[in-house]
């Protein structure tokens, strides 16, 4: 299996635009979560999704980030529009059983907003 | 809600010797999981080890065992015969039955030659 797949690996935008950032979890894997890493911060659980759905937001910090998952093999999170303050490495993860726990990391994806 | 405390920011060790990091957990839940995560520089986070809260026997995974303590709400995480490629972040995480993982802010871990 490929793991899980985000896309892209770096990411540098200018305050004000829309940056998407994607995520294919591993097939057959019922959750999926946003995290959000920063050195102030830590690792920060932004939403997560079960079976496509999602669970609980309470972590997402603001309006201007929303998440879809309009499949099970496909998720975005979205930053519209973006600030300085959202530079962070953005991780997606998905868990094969909620039962089971653990969760499968994708490789993140650096965001650089100036 | 649940938290997870990694009171060591920062250890250091000599290669081959024994390392022990450190997590409590606060939770009112029975049935949960733990886990150590393992973030290189690469940022790759990579699950090193996992404990289910109903099993009292202490989990090991080849050179890494935990100490769970449950009363103590403890997690410690020991890492024998450190190894160069074991430098790196370490992170405890909490997840209850079918919810979220919740995350220490780490531990950063440097095996010196």
């Known amino acids: 299996d490929a793991g899980v797949i985000q896309s892209p690996r770096h990411e540098v935008t200018e305050m004000g635009q829309e940056v998407t950032l994607r995520c294919k979890p591993i097939?057959?894997?019922?959750?999926l979560f946003w995290y959000r890493q920063t050195m102030m911060r830590g690792l920060e659980l932004l939403i997560y999704?079960?079976?496509?759905?999602?669970?609980?937001d309470s972590g997402m910090p603001e309006d201007r980030f929303s998440a879809k998952m309009p499949n099970a093999s496909f998720s975005t999170l979205k930053i519209q529009p973006s600030e300085p303050r959202d530079s962070a490495v953005y991780f997606c993860?998905?868990?094969?059983?909620?039962?089971?726990?653990?969760?499968?990391f994708g490789q993140g994806t650096r965001l650089t907003v100036v | 809600a649940q938290t997870v405390t990694q009171s060591q920011p920062e250890m250091s060790v000599q290669e081959a010797e024994t390392v022990t990091l450190s997590c409590t957990y606060d939770?009112?839940?029975?049935?949960?999981?733990l886990f150590w995560y393992k973030q290189p520089p690469s940022r790759q986070m990579i699950l090193v080890i996992r404990?289910?809260?109903?099993?009292?026997q202490n989990a090991t995974e080849n050179r890494f065992s935990v100490n769970f303590q449950k009363a103590a709400k403890s997690f410690s995480l020991k890492i024998s015969d450190s190894q160069l490629g074991d430098t790196a972040m370490y992170f405890c995480?909490?997840?209850?039955?079918?919810?979220?993982?919740?995350f220490g802010a780490g531990t950063i871990l440097r095996v010196k030659s």
């Open positions: 939770t009112s839940e029975s049935n949960y999981y």
């Open positions: 995480a909490f997840m209850k039955h079918g919810n979220k993982l919740v």
């Open positions: 999704f079960n079976n496509n759905v999602p669970i609980d």
């Open positions: 404990q289910e809260a109903y099993k009292q």
């Open positions: 097939s057959g894997h019922n959750s």
């Open positions: 993860a998905s868990s094969p059983d909620r039962k089971r726990g653990e969760a499968f």
